[in-house]
């Protein structure tokens, strides 16, 4: 369709339209004839009629359910009204530490990262990294306690742009970048400024 | 005094005492009855006579009093003002105060038609479409929401980086000793006593210490010496003498001592 | 009029429609263009002005007020659709009158609202107008004292149908008599001007 001419709405329509938009359920022809002050519920439904046709292509419908007459959102604009927003944060330098370990270890529990990591981690963090889609349950280890152990997952690869995991740098290369060299004084003190931090204060070195 | 169908509420005319006093009670205060004595005078209340008004509500209050009904304090003070307002604006010019009479009576004017502009601007806009009683919102709104999701960001760098501090931070430390030679104390009593026993003469400290040893060896071996020196003297077997603080150490075997 | 053509609803058009239909609060044309995911306003102010034209002749309106938008039902149709039970509080005279007067004056101390009332304003009054959300308080007046002022709500020009408080009815008849100016104000200027003071006697002001 291209375009379609529209007559001046009547005034029977005009009232159903009014009373179908601010009733709080949905209504009969009946219901809407009798509010309207005993009109016939034969008019009522030619009105409900033209009405349906008039809102076909807008970005609201009036519909029938089970005899009973509401307008609501356009199906194909139903997205509207819940819609996300996305708010990117970076990663704390805990939750990239875990990350690296589950990384480099994969799969490992919580217990082998912590004695990896010398700290306890929160459940938080690996909250965090389940929720960036970066880590996945990978079974449970079949030790006692038979701890849930955790692997990446492809989006990870993805987000750090390696093709696998064997594109990751090995211990020597980490060395000759100096990325082994010990913690310095000065950089466990930048590191303590760090602002990502901030949401690492549950977790204590042990 | 004008007619008195004009200075009374037309229900306040059967002088019943009952209504008169819910006149009263219906009226907020001394300005509002003006306000309504002024609009019976049925012209604009820029043009309104200030003494006609002044009239109708001294007569008003009289009434009032004299049907025995309790009056507020407030219609009384503006009975006493007015009353004054009146006086003054009935004796010749020359005689009046600083403010004039007709300044006076401007204020009071002005305050009414103030007061009436109010009184109208207000019943317009209750007379407007209201929500709820004229117009109506959508009874149903499917409602909006908006769903907060964090995407988290970082970065391969970061992430070696990060491992690489874990290990750097976490890696077993191992502590090289070795190239550290020490005389332990064992050797050190060996050799003392070993020493001694050769000569009855006091000797010094340091002719005990191994003679080609490194400076770390001596420093090691002059630490075990001296603790051997004591052990020594403490089990009666030498004597230690120092002639004054940082004075060379000397050591000699006891005479009566087993060597 | 007899007919009107009506072209097909654009995207944004029916984006703009369903989001205001579906919303529970007015929204302005910067909230529904981020609701919308970052358009521009200027757009979506097009679309509602398209939309706003569509609905003039409807049983339901679009209007704006305060520059937030709303759907409502034609202020025509509201003797078919006034329900029952009524849905508005009723205002006593004393209410009504303080809302006149801070309406027309805000913002306004309470000392001055009950200078032009004449009696002293029951505490009961103004909270009843804060409670309906159509007054708040907008501070203090830097003069001795501090006394708290009063300004009207986007709500109360909601409620009352008006744009925006240029729209307050007469406000500009009024504003150009004076009457919205204080007592001593426009007594020094009558004092001052008044041509008809020749009439109220021959008696010259020093």
Do not use: C
């Amino acid at each position: 369709m291209s375009e379609e001419r529209q007559e001046e709405p009547g005034t029977l329509e005009r009232a159903v339209e009014a009373t179908l938009f601010a009733a709080e359920a949905p209504m009969t022809a009946a219901a809407i004839a009798a509010h309207l002050g005993g009109l016939e519920a034969g008019d009522v439904r030619a009105a409900l009629a033209t009405l349906e046709q008039h809102y076909r292509n807008r970005g609201v419908h009036l519909v029938e359910r089970d005899q009973r007459w509401h307008f609501e959102t356009a199906p194909d604009l139903a997205h509207l009204l819940r819609r996300e927003k996305e708010q990117v944060r970076r990663l704390s330098r805990a939750a990239t530490e875990v990350l690296a370990i589950i990384a480099y270890h994969e799969p490992v529990s919580r217990a082998e990262i912590e004695s990896i990591r010398g700290v306890q981690t929160s459940a938080g963090t690996l909250d965090v990294l389940m929720e960036a889609g970066w880590i996945r349950l990978a079974g449970r280890r079949e030790v006692p306690g038979r701890p849930v152990i955790y692997a990446t997952t492809p989006e990870f690869l993805d987000h750090f742009g390696l093709s696998s995991r064997r594109d990751l740098p090995g211990i020597d290369e980490l060395r000759a970048a100096g990325l082994l060299d010990p913690v310095d004084e000065a950089l466990e003190a930048s590191m303590r400024f760090d602002p990502d931090e901030a949401d690492e204060g549950d977790e204590h070195h042990t | 005094m004008n007619d008195q169908s004009f200075m009374f509420p037309p229900d306040a005319g059967r002088q019943d005492k009952d209504a008169l006093y819910l006149e009263l009670d219906g009226w907020e205060g001394p300005l509002d009855l003006l306000l309504d004595l002024a609009r019976r005078q049925k012209v604009d209340l820029r043009q309104i006579s200030i003494l006609a008004l002044v009239d109708q509500y001294l007569t008003y209050i009289e009434r009032a009093g004299a049907m025995k009904l309790e009056l507020a304090a407030d219609y009384l003070v503006m009975a006493a003002w007015l009353a004054y307002l009146k006086s003054a604006m009935l004796l010749p010019k020359a005689e009046q105060e600083d403010p004039s009479p007709e300044e006076l009576a401007l204020r009071l004017q002005l305050r009414l038609q103030r007061l009436g502009a109010m009184r109208e601007a207000a019943a317009r806009l209750m007379g407007r479409d209201r929500i709820g009683r004229d117009v109506f919102l959508r009874g149903a709104p499917e409602g909006l929401r908006t769903d907060r999701k964090t995407v988290w960001r970082s970065d391969i760098f970061s992430l070696i980086q990060a491992y690489g501090q874990v290990k750097a931070r976490t890696a077993p430390r191992i502590y090289h000793v070795a190239n550290r030679p020490v005389m332990t104390l064992d050797s050190a009593l060996e050799r003392v006593s070993a020493m001694l026993g050769v000569t009855l003469e006091w000797m010094e400290i340091r002719d005990f210490l191994p003679p080609h040893a490194s400076p770390e060896l001596k420093r090691s071996a002059l630490a075990s010496s001296f603790v051997a020196a004591l052990e020594l003297a403490k089990r009666g077997r030498a004597e230690i003498a120092q002639d004054s603080a940082f004075a060379p150490l000397r050591i000699r075997r006891l005479k009566d001592a087993a060597a």
